[in-house]
């Protein structure tokens, strides 16, 4: 049928609508349209919308609609209070266990004894809203067991003397632990993400790690896979998990190469007359007034260095230098020695000449070996240098001490103990007066600022 305002319904549904369908039953109210509300006349003379009837009754004979047609589409579900010629469903009502069509749904809706009904989005499978054991309407969640219940459940069934709550109040609930659990996952991923950026340079060097000896190769703990399907809180232990396996792979390849740490120290014997040793022999630097007792040295060498007092003629040895900020210094390994030491050999005035070693210089490097030099490209400023030395592998590697970053490597065959070699390089109008700096961790000496060593 048509109403004055356009709008079209199956007959039986509006007389419902307008509780005309009881001939006993006088009418309450005034006739209004259930699309737009507008009132209508009481005398009106409901029309028949041929065109629209003529549609209907071709989809009719295409594909039959009626519920109780075995050809019915399994997509479609129709309105189970419609009488005669069923509209297709929009809602379900899980207090009647039926679905409706839109003027029943508004039915609902209007009539004080049907509001207090559960309507749900419409759905072929009404029983799975209800209780297995009783039947009955699933209202409650049991906060002891995290499960949706009747109220018989709680009254008299498995679940009873449990506390619970309605399904409205537990859902509210879950949102908040949702919203909060979101947060914390998108701060635990922007840990990850800047973990994994710091840690990067390390995990790119675990093969030359393996190589060299320092341990056998990384493998992460395997963690089980959290599919779609399961919840956030879930999906934000595996990152949590993840994370703490990553620290632990860290922390083990860190112990790996700072096994291999030594204490050295400066030897003031080996230095050039115009560098200043430090009195715990651990920083060097320019001095711009040397002694006359270092003017008659003998064995002065062309290279503004000093030698440290260990040698290493075997095992993997390994040591960093703080350079902080300064625009000029030169850190490496040295053959020779003083005079009456073992490798006296090597001896020949200019003892202190690095073979193999890595400068800086405004800003650029150089790596060299045996008087072969080239240029190194470097991602950020080194602020601390570590040097890693394997006699038996016969390599010498040059690492960001911050990052553990490798610089270069070099293969070396070794014709005799090594002494690690410190260039504090000259100093030119107090430019480049700062140490150089071991870190010794014994005695706690890691300088915090420049200002701590110069």
């Known amino acids: ?37 507008i009132l209508l006349p009481p005398d009106l003379e409901l029309e028949i919308n041929s065109d629209l009837q003529r549609k209907v009754q071709d989809a009719f004979a295409r594909a039959p609609l009626l519920k109780e047609s075995s050809q019915m589409s399994p997509s479609i579900i129709m309105c189970d209070q419609c009488i005669g010629k069923t509209e297709v469903a929009v809602k379900s009502c899980l207090t ?26 419409v759905t072929e499978d009404l029983i799975s809203f209800k209780c297995k054991e009783h039947g009955e309407e699933l209202k409650l969640f049991c906060q002891e067991d995290q499960i949706a219940v009747c109220c018989l459940c709680i009254a008299v069934g498995s679940h009873k003397n449990h506390q619970a ?33 710091d840690l990067e340079p390390l995990f790119s060097e675990v093969s030359h790690f393996k190589k060299h000896g320092l341990g056998s190769q990384v493998e992460l703990p395997l963690v089980s896979v959290i599919e779609q399907e ?14 703490d396996n990553l620290d632990e792979v860290v922390l ?9 740490l030594r204490a050295i120290s400066l030897d003031p014997e080996t230095a050039h007359p115009e560098l200043d040793v430090s009195a715990d022999r651990l920083e060097v630097h320019w001095s711009k007034k040397p002694t006359p007792e270092r003017k ?8 503004y260095s000093v030698r440290a007092k260990e040698r290493f003629s075997s095992g993997s040895h390994y040591w960093e230098v703080a350079v902080w900020k300064k625009p000029f210094w030169l850190i490496g390994l040295s053959y020779g020695s003083a005079a009456g030491d073992q490798d006296s050999e090597h001896c020949n005035g200019d003892f202190n000449n690095a073979f193999c070693y890595i400068y800086h210089g405004n800003g ?10 080239k240029p190194l490209a470097v991602r950020k400023t080194i602020q601390k240098l570590g040097v890693l030395v394997d006699i038996q592998k016969g390599n010498v590697s040059f690492y960001d001490g911050d990052t553990l970053a490798l610089l270069h490597s070099f293969c070396v065959e070794f014709s005799s103990p090594v002494y690690p070699i410190f260039n504090p390089c000259i100093d030119i109008n107090g430019q480049n007066s700062q140490p150089l700096a071991i870190v010794h961790l014994r005695n706690k000496n890691i300088p915090q600022s420049p200002s701590q060593v110069v």
Request: hydrophobic share 30%; with cysteine; glycine share 2%.
């Open 1 to 37: 049928m048509r109403l004055p305002c356009g709008h079209n319904f199956c007959q039986t549904c509006i007389q419902v609508v307008w509780n005309m369908d009881n001939p006993k039953t006088s009418r309450e109210g005034p006739l209004f349209c259930p699309e737009c509300q």
């Open 96 to 121: 009647c266990d039926a679905s409706l069509c839109s003027a029943h749904t508004l039915l609902h809706q209007q009539r004080e004894a049907l509001r207090g009904h559960s309507i749900i989005e």
């Open 165 to 197: 709550v309605t399904l409205q109040e537990a859902c509210t609930e879950f949102k908040k632990v949702l919203e909060t659990n979101k947060s914390l996952l998108l701060q635990r991923k922007h840990l990850a993400k800047s973990a994994l950026q």
């Open 230 to 243: 399961y919840s956030t809180l879930d999906k934000m232990k595996t990152v949590e998990q993840l994370v």
């Open 252 to 260: 083990q390849n860190t112990q790996r190469l700072w096994s291999s």
């Open 296 to 303: 008659q040295k003998t064995n002065i060498s062309s290279q």
């Open 364 to 373: 650029k490097y150089l790596i060299c070996q045996d008087s072969n030099e």
